[in-house]
């Protein structure tokens, strides 16, 4: 649905005015400061193999045929032999990681796997998804997964390699020690699960501080921009608008909700310098809160320094209520 309507929208000239700058609150300017990525690091490429990587990789070779022996002559494999040989490159995997070579080994055994497989191995794979990929030739990703996390977990539990196949025994073999959440695991799951609430807390805060600070900024701006052409409404229609709610169930969504802002998508003449306004768009709310968020997260300031450059702003223009109600907000901060 397009609308065409005359609109005034408050225009963004004092965006970087400072604010107060004999007083503590910072300068609004200072809020719009965007993060910058650092690039990744580059890898040389393997150029020469020290010995000790060749003998590395002919012991991988060795196991790989090993493996292959106990597939042909080994008709009635017992689970215990397969825990057995994958005791072996349990021990394999801590004699790499050991090794002076250590990233020499990883690379080369990766080159010889994409040449095989015509497949890359992730650059970040550990040496347990590496070794157990080079080794077990021909059996399913989901198999290979399976190994690779029962050595990692037998690491973290610090099982020696002696103990490495009655381990798997105790737990119920592979598929069990995979499926059991250990004390350690339990506690990562637990951290991870506080990381992540903290962070999507962090992005929450940070929106609703970038939606109020530019509707103070529109209040604070002098100058306006006239504009008459197309705004387009992006907002779709609720398809239960026509079903009957009770009370309850009346909740607005904010997916079908309008925004509270006009995006304008403008183009700048290089000759003049001044913008040309194309087309304003309003989007629902939900979708406008992840433009936000989006803004938000770009900015390189901490929450205390925005929501303290927000409230000088809203208070320079009269916004005392909101000022007040806010003391407690910048202290949880």
Known sequence: MTTTYASKLTATDEFAAVMNPTGAAPAVSNVFRPKFGQAKASTSSLTALPPS??????TADQLAQAYQKLRVDVL??????IWEMLQQNYGFVQQVDSSPQKRETRNELIRKIQIRDSQGVASNATTEAVIVRYVFEGLSRQTRNNYTIAMEKARALDIPVTGFADFLAKNGGVGGVVETVFDHEAEEQATAKQMADAKANDKSTRTQWVTRLYSALAHKAESEL??????TDWVPRDPKADTPKSKAEAKPDPRYEKGNFVFFVTVRNPETGRYHVVQGNVFDQAYEQQLLASIAERMDVTIPELSA???GLEHSIGFGA???NDAKELQKA
Do not use: F, S
Not at 76 to 81: C, E, L, P
Not at 226 to 231: D, K, N, P, Q, R
């Open 76 to 81: 009635d494999r017992t689970d215990r032999a």
């Open 53 to 58: 990587v060749d003998r590395a990789v002919g």
């Open 309 to 311: 450059a927000v409230q």
């Open 322 to 324: 909101l000022v007040a």
């Open 226 to 231: 006239a504009y008459a052409g197309e705004v």
